[in-house]
């Protein structure tokens, strides 16, 4: 055999192994990505099997009889009486008649099936229409919390249910019945928190939400703007325009919490704004996207091609002319782009709204920019500490609906990008 | 009125300058034969009339509003009865918010001494009369500075020039304020920094291993005294840090390298937005799975193999921030693979070598210094992180090195410290401060070098 051929057969040989060890390469990258994706999988599979039982509510539906001794109450439009009046007497003995099996002496274990607050949903009906009382109306009223996990979760070893042998069986009849039932949960979308679970909902840091980030809005994206244009357009080149930009990039990547501190130091204790209003919080938040708008922004103003300002600068436009007119508008759809995504980006943070006092616990719906609020994200933070499942049910709910939004904004950057961008 | 009615007040008055100027600048025209005979378009006269009234009436607007408060308290604190004057920062601040609790009402007068009832009623005075005078002066200036602007409007005046200039003005103190902003974070954490070193020693802070700041609340309370030794904190954070790289280099890295190398453009179109979907999955949510799915997950499965496993072990939360920084490192990586030249590559694969050997000894490599930076960057990003730390890890300082433990980070003590009621001159809340301008020091070098070795990196090549 001749030496070329022993190397060619010692070559054949390595190469078997050289593509195994191919191969091996591909798999390993191929494991890589899948473990990221399954990451993902996992954690939406999570939240989702977490929370969506958090979008149903437990009622209680009934024919009342409000009687009007049985509640010390002969006029409900008058309001000294209205104050004194017993309106969960009638509930009650609503709900033992539909009970067969309940005596008198169950009276309290029958009153804890129903939501401590049912009895403002009767006093509220009475208060709008007077005229309901000595009549039987059927009622739908909110189940109270233990109720509520037991029916969705019976099942469940996670969830500790807190109603007695006897409770279990009433309610197992009254599902027969058709008087306990399950409905989508408006409750969930149409009111602040609460200390009790069924009650507790996300409007209220959903308006929290939208306030700070219209604070945001408003300040980073013209500010953001402006000074893109001045960095890309006017700066020159000198020491300070070299500062500007190291300090842009250098806040980019400032971790989060230390624009909490800023807000905490500068505009809460130096200027003495109040803590926990939307108002910091916006303020808090254009400080930390700032940087993200102002880098987005100068690249969908790098990428006007030049011909259009020389074009614009040959028929005699002076240089703000030429920005403000021509430039600027083919630019906008880039930079509209970057700000939504900088919006996301407030949207989900938590940390520095933290520090500012953004954490209390707030049962209204903030009215205006300098209420107590709180925000979506910040309302997971406190609903995963609670200790109660419920809770934990209803952060996972608030975190689809945070993830809801944020997707939805990142379609819609998306969309912007592909229709109106225009490539040269 | 209030500060956010006044700003519209004062746009429409700046709109109402623009119109007039406009009008004038057009009927100064008429005489002289056209607005040709101006110098600059009528536009730029209403411009110039509408900047004249609208900035500094905003200037003086921003001004009042931002010390107004601060302004009040003083003078309602230096109203108060001298033994009633509070001693320590502490006591003032409970002072006024006792005080501007009985002015909202909060709080009714009978439950209060008399001198702090007369300041809540000074208090409430005093804002009424901080608006009138606020409303009042924003209105004059607004109105004079116009006026000014409007009188002064000449067909030789070249607004133009003018208008722009102020413009770029503008524009220059936007770009600004992120130098602004570099120095209220410096200012802001300096000076409780050295306030902090005031009362705690250097040496105990950066040597000390013992970290509890409870310190007592009151004088007379018998209570620790308090360690500040950050040692154990920040081995905790490079623990969870650590863990967190662990997870998200080699996977982020390889999965970058797969996708530039080997996917078809099908699959790099399906999988890259899906991998930056975890990149733009906000911090609570990764916090919430780390602490109510994988730590029971890890402690029950550690408990299975007999292993003894915190609730709060360092792993999940590592593990799942891990997870979050997983894009990060990807997307960078990708950036750095494909700028290394064409030509490398076509050198190798045309020597024979194959794909993954080009790869390894070729591109890798060349793009090492890229691919440092990139993990560097993404280090400063697992240091700063704190929501997933401040809901999955713990706050007890325990100085190991044991992934199953619960340790506690910088973040998650400054939130702990900062959050709920404070003093401000509490070594406790200070502390906070300090731990804050570590964390930014920190990851300040780490993002000067590893942009600094990008760059160098980007040069090479180009």
Redesign the interface.
Known sequence: MSDQSKQAEIVRQSLKRRYRKERRFRAYGIIAIAIALSALVVLFADIIGKGHSAFIKTTITMDVDIDGEMMYLDDASDERQMKMADFVEPLIQALMREIPGAGESDRDAVRDLLNPYASNQLRDALKEYPDLLGTTQTMELLSHTNVDVYVKHAGDDNYSIKLNQQQREWVDQLVEKGVVDTSFNDVFFSRGDSRDPSRAGILGAIVGSLLTMAVTLVLSFPIGVAAAIYLEEFAPQNKLTDFIEVNINNLAAVPSIIFGLLGLAVFINLFGMPRSVPVVGGLVLTLMTLPTIIISSRAAIKSVPPSIREAAEGIGASKMQVVLHHVLPLALPGMLTGSIIGMAQALGETAPLLLIGMVAFIVDVPGGFLDSATVLPVQVFLWAGSPELAFIERASAAIMVLLAFLISMNALAIWMRKRLERRW | MQA?NLFLVTIVLALVAYVLGYARSRSLATPLGGIRHLKSLPFYYGARAALWCGIPALIVLGLWA??Q??V??LLVVGSLPAEMIPDSEGAASLLLSKISNVASGALPPGFAEPPIVEAAERLTALRAQSRWYMTALVVAVAVLAGFLGWIRIQPRLNA?AQV?KT??W???A??????L??L??I???A??TIRFFGKISFVEFFFGTQWSPQTALRADQVAAEGAFGMVPLFTGTLLISAIAMLVAV??????A???SE?ASRRVRGI?KP??E??A??????????A???VAPFISNFAASLGIDASSQSALAAGGVMG?MI??FV?SLSDDVINAVPQTLRDGSLALGA????T??KVIFPAALPGIMGGIL?AV??A?????IV??AAGLAANLTANPLESVTTV?VQ??TL??GDQE?DSAKTLA??AL?AM??LA??AL??LA?HIVRKYREQYE
Do not use: D, H, W
């Not at chain 2, 240091?383 to 929501?387: F, H, L, Q």
């Open positions: 956010a931002a010390f408060g601060k009040i308290q133009r722009e413009l770029k503008i524009f220059f936007c770009a600004a304020l992120a130098i902003t570099t209220g974070i200012f802001s954490v000076f409780e080699p996977v982020g890295l390889l999965s390298i797969y996708l080997y999988v899906l991998l979907l975890l733009g999955i906000p911090t609570v949510v990764y916090g919430f799975f602490a109510l799915t997870i997983i894009p990807s194959t794909q993954s050997e790869m390894k960057l400063s990003r240091i700063g992180e704190t929501m401040v809901m973040t400054i939130v900062l959050t401000f906070a401060f804050g964390l930014f990851t300040l993002n000067v942009l």
